[in-house]
């Protein structure tokens, strides 16, 4: 079956880095894009970053542009987030998200941005 398992969160201090990822299995993995999603404590889940099947076109949010970078590796099924300058409101449960039928999301990864 279909899943995609985060790993990587952490605590880190303001301006610090993280790199996430998440090992997905059960389908073909280059066949599909993958996306970042975030959740913050009483806050709607949102897109954070998005990549096509081959990597060769990507998207993010604007409050996200320029400090966070995704990538796959299509040979070992994995897609990355490396997150850099982190701030406080990068706070969030980070989740990985593939269309896959109707969709499927990991258990997700808790970032704690704070001093």
């Known amino acids: 079956q279909v899943q995609v398992v985060e790993s990587g969160g952490g605590l880190v201090q303001p301006g610090g880095s993280l790199k996430l990822s998440c090992a997905a299995s059960?389908?073909?993995?280059?066949?599909?894009?993958m996306s970042w999603y975030r959740q913050a404590p009483g806050k709607q889940r949102e897109l954070v970053a998005g990549?096509?099947?081959?990597?060769?076109?990507?998207n993010y949010a604007d409050s996200v542009k320029g400090r966070f970078t995704i990538s796959r590796d299509n040979a070992k099924n994995t897609v990355y987030l490396q997150m850099n300058s982190l701030k406080p409101g990068d706070t969030a449960v980070y989740y990985c998200?593939?269309?896959?039928?109707?969709?499927?999301w990991g258990q997700g990864t808790q970032v704690t941005v704070s001093s």
């Open positions: 059960g389908f073909s993995f280059s066949s599909y894009a």
């Open positions: 998200y593939v269309r896959v039928a109707s969709g499927y």
């Open positions: 990549m096509s099947r081959t990597g060769s076109s990507t």
